[in-house]
């Protein structure tokens, strides 16, 4: 069988567990892939805020355990945001995971999704995957040993704000 795209499901594992869920984001645990899938739900926030918000509570789920885990962000039923009070926000967002996991796969579904995630992914320089099959992000969070750096978090990250 070959690579899984578009409309694939991803394989429900029996260690892997929900950790957060709230209207925009669920956050599932897979110990046995090292992997936090951190799922767009198929709403659209009024407030790009809002997603923000939701990010921060599920990245207070995670721990030290977690810091050599892959982060996927499985944005393909997410609807598309291409306007301009969304980009800092998920800027913010990517690089964030960017900096507290091993690696951080972005999961879309669309061929124009994956060309503007890349052209951020070239302007931003962050160490981020840019997939659209189950499998493909699945094999990257395999592969997902290393610790990531200890740099600080970026001035004015989410994890610093207060809550």
Known sequence: MGPQTVGEERPERDEARVLFEAEHL???EDPALRALWFTRLPTRPDDPAELLQDY?????????????YTAIIDARE????????????????RGELARRYARVVVLLQSVAG??????????????I?????????????AGARERPSDRAPAEGSFGDDER
């Open 26 to 28: 669920r956050l599932t």
């Open 78 to 93: 997410a609807p598309g945001r291409q306007d301009a009070a969304y980009e800092p926000i998920g800027l913010r967002i």
């Open 129 to 141: 995957e840019i997939v659209r099959s189950v499998e493909e992000a699945m094999a990257i969070a």
């Open 56 to 68: 921060r509570l599920a990245v207070g789920y995670t721990g030290p355990l977690h810091r050599g």
């Open 114 to 127: 994956v060309l503007h995630a890349r052209r951020f992914q070239s302007r931003d320089q962050l160490p």
